[in-house]
Protein backbone atom coordinates (compact mmCIF):
# COMPACT_ATOMS: atom_id res chain seq x y z
CA UNK A 1 0.00 0.00 0.00
CA UNK A 2 1.13 3.53 -0.78
CA UNK A 3 0.83 6.34 2.28
CA UNK A 4 -0.78 9.47 1.58
CA UNK A 5 0.47 11.06 4.56
CA UNK A 6 -3.28 11.68 6.11
CA UNK A 7 -2.08 12.10 9.68
CA UNK A 8 -4.13 13.63 11.86
CA UNK A 9 -6.75 14.26 9.16
CA UNK A 10 -10.08 12.98 9.91
CA UNK A 11 -11.97 11.57 7.11
CA UNK A 12 -15.81 10.63 7.03
CA UNK A 13 -16.79 7.85 4.00
CA UNK A 14 -20.39 7.34 3.18
CA UNK A 15 -21.48 3.37 1.74
CA UNK A 16 -17.59 2.92 3.85
CA UNK A 17 -19.14 -0.79 4.87
CA UNK A 18 -18.60 -2.24 1.42
CA UNK A 19 -16.96 -1.96 -1.45
CA UNK A 20 -14.79 1.70 -2.91
CA UNK A 21 -16.00 3.04 0.07
CA UNK A 22 -14.24 0.47 2.92
CA UNK A 23 -11.14 0.12 0.41
CA UNK A 24 -11.20 4.50 0.71
CA UNK A 25 -11.60 4.01 4.58
CA UNK A 26 -8.91 1.56 4.45
CA UNK A 27 -6.17 2.76 2.40
CA UNK A 28 -7.08 6.58 4.13
CA UNK A 29 -6.73 4.64 7.82
CA UNK A 30 -3.12 3.04 6.84
CA UNK A 31 -2.31 6.99 5.59
CA UNK A 32 -3.22 8.20 9.10
CA UNK A 33 -6.53 9.33 8.66
CA UNK A 34 -8.75 8.96 11.76
CA UNK A 35 -12.42 7.58 10.00
CA UNK A 36 -16.02 7.62 10.11
CA UNK A 37 -17.63 4.76 8.56
CA UNK A 38 -21.13 5.97 7.41
CA UNK A 39 -23.62 3.16 6.34
CA UNK A 40 -27.30 1.91 6.47
CA UNK A 41 -26.43 -0.88 8.50
CA UNK A 42 -24.73 -1.85 12.38
CA UNK A 43 -23.99 -5.42 11.63
CA UNK A 44 -21.79 -4.29 8.11
CA UNK A 45 -20.39 -1.30 9.89
CA UNK A 46 -19.04 -3.47 12.71
CA UNK A 47 -17.79 -5.74 10.30
CA UNK A 48 -16.08 -2.86 8.87
CA UNK A 49 -14.74 -1.14 11.54
CA UNK A 50 -13.22 -4.28 12.69
CA UNK A 51 -11.14 -4.44 9.48
CA UNK A 52 -9.99 -1.46 10.39
CA UNK A 53 -8.35 -2.20 13.82
CA UNK A 54 -5.19 -3.02 12.49
CA UNK A 55 -4.52 0.51 11.97
CA UNK A 56 -3.35 2.82 15.18
CA UNK A 57 -6.35 5.31 13.89
CA UNK A 58 -9.80 6.41 15.51
CA UNK A 59 -12.11 4.86 13.63
CA UNK A 60 -16.46 5.26 14.17
CA UNK A 61 -19.42 3.93 13.05
CA UNK A 62 -22.03 5.84 12.08
CA UNK A 63 -25.69 4.67 11.06
CA UNK A 64 -27.29 6.89 8.47
CA UNK A 65 -29.54 6.72 5.37
CA UNK A 66 -27.79 9.54 3.15
CA UNK A 67 -30.68 10.23 1.08
CA UNK A 68 -32.09 11.67 4.91
CA UNK A 69 -31.04 15.23 4.94
CA UNK A 70 -31.98 15.91 8.43
CA UNK A 71 -30.41 12.09 9.13
CA UNK A 72 -27.16 13.64 7.32
CA UNK A 73 -26.76 16.21 9.34
CA UNK A 74 -27.38 14.68 12.81
CA UNK A 75 -24.49 12.21 11.31
CA UNK A 76 -22.07 14.79 10.70
CA UNK A 77 -22.32 16.61 13.95
CA UNK A 78 -21.59 13.15 15.54
CA UNK A 79 -18.90 13.09 13.29
CA UNK A 80 -17.45 16.55 14.23
CA UNK A 81 -18.41 15.78 17.38
CA UNK A 82 -16.36 12.34 17.77
CA UNK A 83 -13.46 12.82 15.74
CA UNK A 84 -12.93 16.53 16.56
CA UNK A 85 -13.47 18.35 13.11
CA UNK A 86 -13.50 17.32 9.53
CA UNK A 87 -11.02 17.33 6.61
CA UNK A 88 -11.89 15.14 4.10
CA UNK A 89 -15.31 13.74 3.03
CA UNK A 90 -16.04 10.77 0.50
CA UNK A 91 -18.98 10.64 -0.70
CA UNK A 92 -19.46 7.25 -2.14
CA UNK A 93 -22.95 5.39 -0.80
CA UNK A 94 -24.83 4.56 -3.86
CA UNK A 95 -27.20 1.73 -5.24
CA UNK A 96 -27.44 0.56 -8.81
CA UNK A 97 -31.79 0.40 -9.15
CA UNK A 98 -33.11 -2.12 -11.56
CA UNK A 99 -32.25 -2.41 -14.88
CA UNK A 100 -35.15 -1.13 -17.02
CA UNK A 101 -35.58 1.33 -20.28
CA UNK A 102 -36.68 4.43 -19.59
CA UNK A 103 -39.96 4.34 -21.26
CA UNK A 104 -40.84 1.64 -18.30
CA UNK A 105 -39.10 3.13 -15.50
CA UNK A 106 -41.21 4.02 -12.78
CA UNK A 107 -41.74 6.54 -10.27
CA UNK A 108 -40.84 5.45 -7.35
CA UNK A 109 -37.70 3.66 -8.89
CA UNK A 110 -36.43 6.96 -10.04
CA UNK A 111 -36.68 8.89 -7.29
CA UNK A 112 -35.17 6.46 -5.18
CA UNK A 113 -32.05 5.84 -7.10
CA UNK A 114 -32.17 10.10 -7.66
CA UNK A 115 -32.68 9.78 -3.84
CA UNK A 116 -29.71 8.12 -2.88
CA UNK A 117 -27.62 8.73 -5.39
CA UNK A 118 -27.67 12.32 -6.01
CA UNK A 119 -29.44 13.91 -3.23
CA UNK A 120 -27.71 12.27 -0.77
CA UNK A 121 -24.26 13.36 -2.17
CA UNK A 122 -25.53 16.87 -2.67
CA UNK A 123 -26.60 16.26 1.43
CA UNK A 124 -23.38 14.63 2.78
CA UNK A 125 -21.62 17.86 0.56
CA UNK A 126 -23.39 20.29 1.88
CA UNK A 127 -23.34 19.44 5.47
CA UNK A 128 -19.10 18.72 4.92
CA UNK A 129 -19.28 22.34 3.78
CA UNK A 130 -20.58 23.73 6.70
CA UNK A 131 -17.89 21.64 8.84
CA UNK A 132 -14.60 22.37 6.75
CA UNK A 133 -15.80 26.00 6.37
CA UNK A 134 -14.70 26.23 10.37
CA UNK A 135 -10.98 25.42 9.64
CA UNK A 136 -11.21 27.04 5.89
CA UNK A 137 -9.69 24.16 4.17
CA UNK A 138 -10.77 20.65 3.40
CA UNK A 139 -11.23 17.91 0.61
CA UNK A 140 -14.19 16.44 -0.82
CA UNK A 141 -14.30 13.10 -3.32
CA UNK A 142 -17.95 12.69 -4.63
CA UNK A 143 -18.64 9.01 -6.34
CA UNK A 144 -19.86 9.66 -9.87
CA UNK A 145 -19.29 7.01 -12.40
CA UNK A 146 -17.77 6.49 -16.21
CA UNK A 147 -21.82 6.89 -16.41
CA UNK A 148 -21.05 10.06 -15.36
CA UNK A 149 -20.26 11.22 -18.67
CA UNK A 150 -21.94 8.96 -21.14
CA UNK A 151 -24.76 6.77 -21.62
CA UNK A 152 -25.81 3.15 -20.37
CA UNK A 153 -28.72 1.46 -21.68
CA UNK A 154 -31.13 0.18 -18.89
CA UNK A 155 -29.89 2.70 -16.17
CA UNK A 156 -31.15 6.31 -16.71
CA UNK A 157 -31.96 6.71 -13.44
CA UNK A 158 -28.44 5.88 -12.43
CA UNK A 159 -26.79 7.39 -14.83
CA UNK A 160 -28.58 11.08 -14.59
CA UNK A 161 -28.01 10.55 -11.23
CA UNK A 162 -24.06 10.37 -11.72
CA UNK A 163 -24.17 13.32 -14.03
CA UNK A 164 -25.55 15.06 -11.75
CA UNK A 165 -22.50 14.49 -9.24
CA UNK A 166 -20.45 14.98 -12.19
CA UNK A 167 -21.78 19.20 -12.47
CA UNK A 168 -23.15 19.87 -8.69
CA UNK A 169 -19.12 18.23 -7.64
CA UNK A 170 -17.91 20.94 -10.36
CA UNK A 171 -20.01 23.97 -9.32
CA UNK A 172 -19.50 23.16 -6.04
CA UNK A 173 -16.02 23.43 -6.25
CA UNK A 174 -15.54 26.54 -7.71
CA UNK A 175 -18.12 28.43 -5.33
CA UNK A 176 -16.27 27.32 -2.23
CA UNK A 177 -12.63 27.01 -3.73
CA UNK A 178 -11.64 30.51 -1.57
CA UNK A 179 -12.86 29.57 1.52
CA UNK A 180 -10.11 26.55 1.06
CA UNK A 181 -12.39 23.16 0.45
CA UNK A 182 -11.20 21.42 -2.71
CA UNK A 183 -14.15 19.18 -4.71
CA UNK A 184 -13.44 16.22 -7.01
CA UNK A 185 -15.53 13.73 -8.94
CA UNK A 186 -14.41 10.10 -9.31
CA UNK A 187 -15.32 7.81 -12.18
CA UNK A 188 -14.76 4.27 -11.65
CA UNK A 189 -15.16 1.94 -14.50
CA UNK A 190 -16.76 -1.40 -13.77
CA UNK A 191 -15.54 -2.23 -10.05
CA UNK A 192 -15.37 -5.84 -8.91
CA UNK A 193 -18.14 -5.07 -5.57
CA UNK A 194 -20.82 -6.38 -4.20
CA UNK A 195 -22.95 -4.30 -6.55
CA UNK A 196 -21.72 -5.63 -9.74
CA UNK A 197 -20.57 -8.95 -8.48
CA UNK A 198 -23.96 -9.69 -6.91
CA UNK A 199 -26.18 -8.54 -9.35
CA UNK A 200 -24.52 -9.73 -12.66
CA UNK A 201 -23.86 -12.70 -14.38
CA UNK A 202 -20.60 -14.10 -15.55
CA UNK A 203 -21.64 -13.60 -18.96
CA UNK A 204 -22.63 -9.89 -18.06
CA UNK A 205 -19.49 -9.54 -16.45
CA UNK A 206 -17.38 -10.94 -19.21
CA UNK A 207 -18.88 -8.62 -21.74
CA UNK A 208 -18.35 -5.69 -19.43
CA UNK A 209 -14.68 -6.31 -19.53
CA UNK A 210 -14.27 -6.34 -22.80
CA UNK A 211 -15.43 -2.48 -22.94
CA UNK A 212 -12.56 -1.66 -21.16
CA UNK A 213 -8.96 -1.18 -22.94
CA UNK A 214 -7.84 -3.58 -20.23
CA UNK A 215 -10.20 -6.04 -20.66
CA UNK A 216 -10.88 -6.36 -17.12
CA UNK A 217 -12.84 -5.08 -14.39
CA UNK A 218 -11.35 -2.66 -11.69
CA UNK A 219 -10.14 -3.51 -8.06
CA UNK A 220 -11.92 -1.18 -5.18
CA UNK A 221 -8.02 -0.52 -4.24
CA UNK A 222 -7.15 0.72 -7.71
CA UNK A 223 -10.07 3.48 -7.20
CA UNK A 224 -9.03 4.22 -3.44
CA UNK A 225 -6.19 4.82 -4.59
CA UNK A 226 -7.11 7.88 -7.20
CA UNK A 227 -9.25 8.86 -3.80
CA UNK A 228 -7.03 9.00 -1.13
CA UNK A 229 -4.54 10.97 -3.29
CA UNK A 230 -7.16 13.41 -4.32
CA UNK A 231 -8.00 13.68 -0.13
CA UNK A 232 -4.54 14.20 0.50
CA UNK A 233 -2.33 17.94 0.75
CA UNK A 234 -0.22 16.59 -2.62
CA UNK A 235 -3.48 17.43 -4.51
CA UNK A 236 -3.36 21.04 -3.37
CA UNK A 237 -3.91 22.75 -6.54
CA UNK A 238 -6.85 20.07 -7.59
CA UNK A 239 -10.29 21.39 -7.65
CA UNK A 240 -13.53 21.73 -9.78
CA UNK A 241 -12.26 18.17 -11.90
CA UNK A 242 -13.85 15.18 -12.96
CA UNK A 243 -11.00 12.12 -12.74
CA UNK A 244 -12.02 8.91 -14.42
CA UNK A 245 -10.07 5.29 -13.03
CA UNK A 246 -11.96 3.15 -15.73
CA UNK A 247 -9.13 0.98 -17.67
CA UNK A 248 -9.43 2.91 -20.67
CA UNK A 249 -13.50 2.40 -20.97
CA UNK A 250 -13.72 6.16 -21.68
CA UNK A 251 -11.50 6.48 -24.48
CA UNK A 252 -13.38 4.35 -27.17
N1 LIG B 1 -18.78 -1.07 -8.54
C1 LIG B 1 -18.75 -0.37 -9.68
O1 LIG B 1 -18.58 -0.91 -10.78
C2 LIG B 1 -18.91 1.12 -9.65
C3 LIG B 1 -18.55 1.84 -10.79
C4 LIG B 1 -18.69 3.22 -10.78
C5 LIG B 1 -19.17 3.86 -9.66
N2 LIG B 1 -19.51 3.13 -8.56
C6 LIG B 1 -20.03 3.87 -7.43
O2 LIG B 1 -19.22 3.62 -6.31
C7 LIG B 1 -20.00 3.76 -5.13
C8 LIG B 1 -19.81 2.54 -4.24
O3 LIG B 1 -20.27 1.42 -4.93
P1 LIG B 1 -19.76 -0.06 -4.64
O4 LIG B 1 -19.59 -0.71 -5.95
O5 LIG B 1 -18.66 -0.06 -3.66
O6 LIG B 1 -21.09 -0.68 -4.00
P2 LIG B 1 -21.37 -1.54 -2.68
O7 LIG B 1 -22.77 -1.99 -2.83
O8 LIG B 1 -20.30 -2.55 -2.47
O9 LIG B 1 -21.26 -0.46 -1.53
C9 LIG B 1 -22.17 0.59 -1.42
C10 LIG B 1 -22.41 0.87 0.05
O10 LIG B 1 -23.30 2.00 0.13
C11 LIG B 1 -24.24 1.72 1.16
N3 LIG B 1 -25.46 2.48 0.92
C12 LIG B 1 -26.38 2.27 -0.05
N4 LIG B 1 -27.39 3.13 0.09
C13 LIG B 1 -27.11 3.90 1.18
C14 LIG B 1 -27.79 4.94 1.83
N5 LIG B 1 -28.99 5.38 1.42
N6 LIG B 1 -27.21 5.50 2.91
C15 LIG B 1 -26.00 5.06 3.36
N7 LIG B 1 -25.32 4.06 2.79
C16 LIG B 1 -25.88 3.48 1.71
C17 LIG B 1 -24.48 0.23 1.07
O11 LIG B 1 -25.05 -0.28 2.26
C18 LIG B 1 -23.09 -0.30 0.78
O12 LIG B 1 -22.40 -0.59 1.98
C19 LIG B 1 -21.44 3.97 -5.59
O13 LIG B 1 -21.74 5.35 -5.61
C20 LIG B 1 -21.42 3.45 -7.01
O14 LIG B 1 -22.41 4.04 -7.81
C21 LIG B 1 -19.39 1.78 -8.53
Partial sequence: MINYQLNNKKAMVTGGASGIGLACAELMAFSGADIALWDLHDEALEKAKQSLSKYAVKCITIKVDVGNPEAVKAAMDETVKQLGGLDIAVNNAGIGGPSCKSGDYTTADWLNVINVNLNGVFYCQREAIAAMRKNASGSIV??????????????????????????????????????????????????????????????????????????RLGKPEEVAHLVAWLASDAASFVTASYYPVDGGYLAY
Avoid: C, W
Fill in 142 to 215: NMASILGQVAFEGSPAYVSAKHGVVGMSKTAAIEHAEEGIRINSVGPGFIHTPLVDDHLSADVLAILAEKHAMK
